[in-house]
């Protein structure tokens, strides 16, 4: 079991003081805002709130970061071109144990902290679950006291916000940093040149020796902002480091002198672009040079600092693979592989086999999806271009390693084309995933299930080459958001339950099961539940204003709107349960909420498209009389981790519904079981350990497994046979098809329909009897009260694995070799 709590050290004494809180929330506000009490506004309150809080964490910070130096110890360095991190006033309040203390501090001022709380814009600096996993990493790797940095770009506009306009989703530019942001620092001194373009100069050193000078045509500078990630009972503190892009001349003076204002800017605005939004791609084909220089500029960033700082303890290279790990989060900081080789050649004049064993011996890598148009891969002219000495270095570890894999395998030509970093055949590529591979010491999936498929089908041929470089390291989520800040009910009836161990070792949670048959725990279970639900369905009223019962079965499926999450087959239930329901309307029906929430990429058509039919869809069954409050649709604009979190604590179910094989893992699976939710779900990503931990009985899965899938697309077989076979789905498309949902455009869906008749390659229709059969398994489990409690808290009792502690661990023993205190 943890010990976490026995070496918890307290605040000192003034901090913990409501009063001394007071004093320096409006010490703040007057002095660092230059604002009175009676004009300040709840932004204004937070952003001073927000330094007072962060003032109680700095002095920990600078500590344990030189204590880390000092101490020697080995260093985690996540790179991370995305970290979806939402709000952090509630994070650091909770992880220092301020909550009560900061109410009252505030209350006396007339200010309520849960709208000071809401004032925070999110932090939306990731697309979706990769994001999010790098930010429950950096709070796992505080709690657990892992000395770490995480890398990645301060993008001055995150992901989009979604507004909905007739059924449309629309982009509009995000802007948390309007207000300024109080959680960070600055560092203007702490900056480093960024080389693109340009050509490779080859220096003759000695006889045996030549050295190779690369004259970028330009640099652009990378600039640090630090974030202090603080840990639970703030014991720790890390730095999440994020870099922005500086021009290197800020204007050409003598352009402005001439009356060229516009041109005298132009470079530096091209320049300082890198860093202006975050790459909009969900998993759809990136291809753009702008996404390149993005991944270099913040990989070469992050090794040039903590090459730097690592140089300044220990003076040379050779001790890097002891002393730092460096994990990347996907093949978008996998340039870092010849980054390394290049600093360690060119800069440092470390002969070849020696520099690749310092970087095959720090770095790590993650993959995070097997679907072929988000592996990552660069024209060779591009990069040619762009990073001409990368890629000389680049051909160079190609050659070897192709070297070593013939040695073994003499004459194996379809083997050689098929593990070169180099793609011959669609024009000339460089395959990022391979270079990673190639450059790290260990390769994580992040479910058993996609560690196998990796082992299976992307990297089949380096499994073979290699067989033990690929681990699984199965996702996880930080409880103390997901839990604990998001949902204070429930972590409060769980104290009075079984004791606040589970605070501090989430595995404690399983002593909830002996209570699950328990009448009386099982109605204050649900008296949480019927809380949440009035509150989001409050929400639901003021964004919609669309009346939902608490009463009802909260369905609910939030996440990137995709085709392979399959949002389309739960709209298609959702049309048979309405047909099933006026057809038979006397009948006890359960009555269900539906709740979506979820982005599409900008440029994804049909996602687009499906987002628009589950509103249409909506719009009819909402406004007919005939379905009263047994039905209803709801679709929450801009899902975000906020919205997350006040979605999760009150949903009952929880689908988890991707087609088998093709969701990696999953972390919203974890969240919304951990709340109590049941998931009604496919055989895909970490349901399928989810399955292992909470048992058959109180989970739902239904569908195709992973093979099924792969013999169906094998075979050819179209959806076309699914629907003939199923009236209900005949039925249900006939109407979509002939638009009953868009009388104001009858051909809508004609092309949606059709894909389903044809190879229905995400097998909507192939797995539509099951899903159905296995949602009218939910309302009967439902319809019986006391059978659906005990499942719900035995989901939260069975979750404590799924703890991103328990997934960091796992890192830090096999991958990072650093040691966590237990
Ligand atoms: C957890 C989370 C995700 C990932 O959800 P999945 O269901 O695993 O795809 C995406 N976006 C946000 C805002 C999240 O909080």
Same mark, same amino acid.
């Given at each position: 079991?943890?010990?976490?709590?026995?070496?918890?050290?307290?605040?000192?004494?003034? *901090?913990?003081?409501?009063?001394?809180?007071?004093?320096?929330?409006?010490?703040?506000?007057?002095?660092?805002?230059?604002?009175?009490?009676?004009? %300040?506004?709840?932004?204004?309150?937070?952003?001073?709130?927000?330094?007072?809080?962060?003032?109680?964490? /700095?002095?920990?910070?600078?500590?344990?970061?030189?204590?880390?130096?000092?101490?020697?110890?080995?260093?985690?360095?996540?790179?991370?071109?995305?970290?979806?991190?939402?709000?952090?006033?509630? &994070?650091?309040?909770?992880?220092?144990?301020?909550?009560?203390?900061?109410?009252?501090?505030?209350?006396?001022?007339?200010?309520?902290?849960?709208?000071?709380?809401?004032?925070?814009? &999110?932090?939306?600096?990731?697309?979706?679950?990769?994001?999010?996993?790098?930010?429950?990493?950096?709070?796992?790797?505080?709690?657990?006291?892992?000395?770490?940095?995480?890398?990645?770009?301060?993008?001055?506009?995150?992901?989009?916000?979604?507004?909905?306009?007739?059924?449309?989703?629309?982009?509009?530019?995000?802007?948390?940093?309007?207000?300024?942001?109080?959680?960070?620092?600055?560092?203007?001194?702490?900056?480093?040149?960024?080389?693109?373009?340009?050509?490779?100069?080859?220096?003759?050193?000695?006889?045996?020796?030549?050295?190779?000078?690369?004259?970028?045509?330009?640099?652009?500078?990378?600039?640090?902002?630090?974030?202090?990630?603080? +840990?639970?009972?703030?014991?720790?503190?890390?730095?999440?480091?994020?870099?922005? #892009?500086?021009?290197?001349?800020?204007?050409?003076?003598?352009?402005?002198?001439?009356?060229?204002? =516009? +041109?005298?800017?132009?470079?530096?605005?091209?320049?300082?672009?890198?860093?202006?939004?975050?790459?909009?791609?969900?998993?759809?084909?990136?291809?753009?040079?702008?996404?390149?220089?993005?991944?270099?500029?913040?990989?070469?960033?992050?090794?040039?600092?903590? =090459?730097?700082?690592?140089?300044?303890?220990? +003076?040379?290279?050779?001790?890097?693979? @002891?002393?730092?790990?460096?994990?990347?989060?996907?093949?978008?900081?996998?340039?870092?592989?010849?980054?390394?080789?290049?600093?360690?050649?060119?800069?440092?004049?470390?002969?070849?086999?020696?520099?690749?064993?310092?970087?095959?011996?720090?770095?790590?890598?993650?993959?995070?999806?097997?679907?072929?148009?988000?592996?990552?891969?660069?024209? /060779?002219?591009?990069?040619?271009?762009?990073?001409?000495?990368?890629?000389?270095?680049?051909?160079?570890?190609?050659?070897?390693?192709? @070297?070593? /894999?013939?040695?073994?395998?003499?004459?194996?030509?379809?083997?050689?084309?098929?593990?070169?970093?180099?793609?011959?055949?669609?024009?000339?590529?460089?395959?990022?995933?391979?270079?990673?591979?190639?450059?790290?010491?260990?390769?994580?999936?992040?479910?058993?299930?996609?560690?196998?498929?990796?082992?299976?089908?992307?990297?089949?041929?380096?499994?073979?080459?290699?067989?033990?470089?690929?681990?699984?390291?199965?996702?996880?989520?930080?409880?103390?958001?997901?839990?604990?800040?998001?949902?204070?009910?429930?972590?409060?009836?769980?104290?009075?339950?079984?004791?606040?161990?589970?605070?501090?070792?989430?595995?404690?949670?399983?002593?909830?099961?002996?209570?699950?048959? @328990?009448?009386?725990?099982?109605?204050?279970?649900?008296?949480?539940?019927?809380?949440?639900?009035?509150?989001?369905?409050?929400?639901?009223?003021?964004?919609? &204003?669309?009346?939902?019962?608490?009463?009802?079965?909260?369905?609910?499926?939030?996440?990137?709107?995709?085709?392979?999450?399959?949002?389309?087959?739960?709209?298609?239930?959702?049309?048979?349960?309405?047909?099933?329901?006026?057809?038979?309307?006397?009948?006890?029906?359960?009555?269900?909420?539906?709740?979506?929430?979820?982005?599409?990429? *900008? !440029?994804?058509?049909?996602?687009?498209?499906?987002?628009?039919?589950?509103? @249409?869809?909506?719009?009819?069954?909402?406004?007919?009389?005939?379905?009263?409050?047994?039905?209803?649709?709801?679709?929450?604009?801009?899902?975000?981790?906020?919205?997350?979190?006040?979605?999760?604590?009150? #949903?009952?179910?929880?689908?988890?519904?991707?087609?088998?094989?093709?969701? %990696?893992? +999953?972390?919203?699976?974890?969240?919304?079981?951990?709340?109590?939710?049941?998931?009604?779900?496919?055989?895909?990503? *970490?349901?399928?350990?989810?399955?292992?931990?909470?048992? %058959?009985?109180?989970?739902?899965?239904?569908?195709?497994?992973?093979?099924?899938?792969?013999?169906?697309?094998?075979?050819?077989?179209?959806?076309?046979?699914?629907?003939? #076979?199923?009236?209900?789905? !005949?039925? /249900?498309?006939?109407?979509?098809?002939?638009?009953?949902?868009?009388?104001?455009?009858?051909?809508?869906?004609?092309?949606?329909?059709?894909?389903?008749?044809?190879?229905?390659?995400?097998?909507?229709?192939?797995?539509?009897?099951?899903?159905?059969?296995?949602?009218?398994?939910?309302?009967?489990?439902?319809? &019986?009260?006391?059978?659906?409690?005990?499942? %719900?808290?035995?989901?939260?009792?069975?979750?404590?694995?799924?703890?991103?502690?328990?997934?960091?661990?796992?890192?830090?023993?096999?991958?990072?070799?650093?040691?966590?205190?237990?």
């Amino acid at each position: 079991m943890d010990t976490l709590a026995n070496s918890y050290v307290p605040l000192p004494a003034e *901090a913990l003081d409501a009063d001394a809180m007071r004093a320096a929330i409006v010490r703040k506000l007057t002095y660092d805002l230059g604002k009175s009490q009676a004009g %300040a506004r709840d932004r204004d309150w937070f952003m001073a709130t927000a330094l007072a809080v962060r003032d109680r964490i /700095v002095d920990r910070w600078l500590s344990v970061t030189r204590a880390a130096y000092e101490g020697g110890q080995k260093q985690v360095y996540y790179l991370s071109l995305e970290f979806l991190i939402g709000r952090l006033l509630r &994070d650091g309040v909770t992880n220092l144990g301020l909550t009560e203390l900061v109410s009252e501090a505030l209350a006396p001022l007339g200010v309520d902290f849960e709208k000071v709380r809401q004032a925070e814009p &999110d932090a939306a600096l990731g697309n979706g679950g990769l994001g999010r996993l790098a930010a429950c990493f950096m709070e796992s790797l505080a709690s657990l006291a892992i000395p770490a940095f995480g890398y990645g770009i301060r993008y001055e506009h995150g992901l989009f916000r979604q507004i909905i306009r007739d059924g449309w989703q629309q982009e509009y530019p995000e802007d948390w940093l309007n207000f300024g942001n109080p959680w960070e620092y600055a560092r203007p001194e702490i900056a480093y040149d960024i080389g693109f373009g340009g050509a490779v100069e080859a220096v003759i050193v000695s006889e045996a020796r030549m050295r190779h000078v690369w004259h970028p045509a330009e640099t652009v500078q990378a600039v640090a902002y630090d974030t202090p990630v603080v +840990g639970w009972r703030g014991q720790h503190v890390n730095t999440l480091r994020l870099w922005s #892009a500086r021009a290197a001349d800020p204007l050409k003076l003598d352009a402005f002198n001439y009356g060229d204002h =516009v +041109g005298a800017l132009a470079d530096r605005v091209r320049q300082e672009s890198i860093c202006k939004v975050l790459y909009p791609s969900d998993e759809s084909p990136a291809g753009q040079e702008l996404r390149l220089k993005q991944e270099y500029f913040f990989a070469s960033a992050a090794l040039q600092d903590l =090459v730097r700082r690592h140089l300044r303890v220990y +003076g040379d290279l050779k001790s890097l693979p @002891d002393k730092v790990s460096i994990q990347l989060n996907d093949t978008h900081p996998a340039i870092a592989v010849a980054e390394l080789m290049r600093i360690c050649l060119d800069l440092h004049g470390i002969a070849w086999d020696e520099a690749w064993e310092i970087t095959q011996g720090t770095v790590s890598y993650t993959n995070h999806t097997l679907l072929p148009e988000a592996l990552e891969s660069w024209a /060779v002219p591009l990069m040619e271009r762009l990073l001409p000495r990368h890629m000389q270095i680049i051909y160079l570890i190609n050659a070897f390693h192709l @070297d070593r /894999v013939r040695a073994k395998h003499p004459g194996d030509t379809r083997l050689l084309s098929s593990v070169s970093l180099i793609e011959e055949d669609h024009g000339r590529r460089v395959r990022m995933g391979h270079l990673a591979f190639v450059g790290s010491h260990k390769v994580n999936g992040v479910s058993a299930l996609h560690s196998d498929l990796l082992k299976r089908t992307v990297f089949k041929d380096f499994h073979a080459l290699e067989p033990g470089k690929v681990v699984n390291k199965t996702n996880g989520i930080t409880f103390r958001r997901w839990l604990q800040q998001c949902n204070p009910g429930l972590t409060g009836l769980l104290t009075e339950a079984i004791g606040p161990a589970f605070l501090d070792n989430a595995e404690a949670l399983k002593d909830l099961a002996p209570l699950a048959g @328990d009448a009386a725990f099982q109605q204050k279970f649900l008296a949480v539940k019927r809380q949440n639900k009035e509150a989001l369905a409050t929400l639901i009223r003021s964004q919609l &204003d669309i009346r939902v019962d608490p009463h009802a079965m909260f369905d609910v499926q939030i996440k990137r709107i995709h085709e392979y999450k399959r949002q389309l087959l739960n709209v298609l239930e959702t049309i048979a349960l309405y047909d099933a329901i006026r057809s038979q309307p006397t009948r006890d029906w359960v009555p269900r909420v539906k709740i979506f929430a979820g982005k599409a990429a *900008a !440029s994804y058509h049909r996602a687009k498209q499906i987002i628009k039919l589950a509103h @249409d869809v909506a719009r009819v069954i909402n406004s007919d009389p005939t379905v009263r409050n047994l039905l209803k649709v709801v679709f929450l604009p801009n899902y975000n981790v906020s919205l997350a979190e006040m979605i999760v604590p009150a #949903a009952d179910l929880s689908e988890q519904i991707s087609t088998a094989g093709m969701e %990696a893992s +999953g972390t919203g699976n974890m969240k919304l079981g951990l709340n109590g939710a049941l998931t009604i779900g496919t055989l895909d990503g *970490a349901n399928v350990e989810m399955l292992e931990h909470v048992g %058959a009985e109180n989970i739902f899965i239904f569908g195709m497994t992973t093979e099924e899938v792969e013999a169906r697309r094998r075979e050819g077989v179209q959806g076309s046979a699914a629907i003939a #076979a199923s009236s209900r789905l !005949s039925e /249900v498309l006939e109407a979509v098809r002939s638009g009953v949902f868009s009388p104001d455009d009858r051909n809508r869906y004609r092309d949606l329909v059709d894909a389903l008749c044809g190879s229905d390659y995400f097998m909507v229709a192939a797995d539509f009897d099951a899903y159905f059969e296995s949602q009218r398994q939910v309302a009967t489990r439902w319809a &019986d009260q006391a059978a659906w409690q005990r499942s %719900a808290i035995l989901n939260t009792a069975h979750m404590g694995w799924f703890s991103s502690d328990r997934t960091i661990r796992d890192y830090a023993q096999e991958i990072w070799q650093v040691p966590v205190r237990r």
